[in-house]
C-alpha cells in the first residue's frame, strides 16, 4: 500500500525558506515520477516540481530558480527545498507519485504553507 506524509510546512516570512519532506512507503517499482503539487484557496492544484524516475525535473515557472526538488532513495524521502519565499507561495502543498505498472498516481495529506508578507 502506497502511503506518503508531508512534513515541514508552517509560516514564514517573504523571502524565507523553507524545506519540505515527504516520506513515502509501498512503491515497490523504481520506474515512477514524484513530485509536489500546491492548491491555494480558490484556485486549482498545480505542479511546482516532479522528478522522473530517470532524474530529469521539471519546475513551473513561478518557482524555477528558488525551488529546488530532490530524492534520497535510501531514505525514502522526497525533498521540496523553497527559498525566496514570496506571498503567491501559500497554499497547501502535496506530495504525490504516479506509478506508470498501474497507471494512476496517489497523494499527502498536504502540509500548510504560508507566507507572510
Known amino acids: 500500500q502506497v502511503r506518503l506524509v508531508e512534513s515541514g510546512g508552517g509560516l514564514v516570512q517573504a523571502g524565507g525558506s523553507l524545506r519540505l519532506s515527504c516520506a513515502y512507503s509501498g512503491i515497490t517499482t523504481s520506474i515512477n515520477a514524484m513530485g509536489w503539487y500546491r492548491q491555494a484557496p480558490g484556485k486549482q492544484r498545480e505542479l511546482v516540481a516532479r522528478?522522473?524516475?530517470?532524474?530529469?525535473?521539471r519546475y513551473a515557472d513561478s518557482v524555477k530558480g528558488r525551488f529546488t526538488i530532490s530524492k534520497d532513495n535510501a531514505k525514502n524521502t522526497l525533498y521540496l527545498q523553497m527559498n525566496s519565499l514570496k506571498p503567491e507561495d501559500t497554499a497547501v502543498y502535496y506530495c504525490?507519485?504516479?506509478?506508470?505498472?498501474?497507471?494512476?498516481?496517489?497523494w499527502g495529506q498536504g502540509t500548510q504553507v504560508t507566507v507572510s508578507s
Open positions: 522528478v522522473m524516475y530517470n532524474g530529469n525535473t
Open positions: 504525490s507519485t504516479y506509478i506508470y505498472s498501474g497507471g494512476r498516481d496517489y
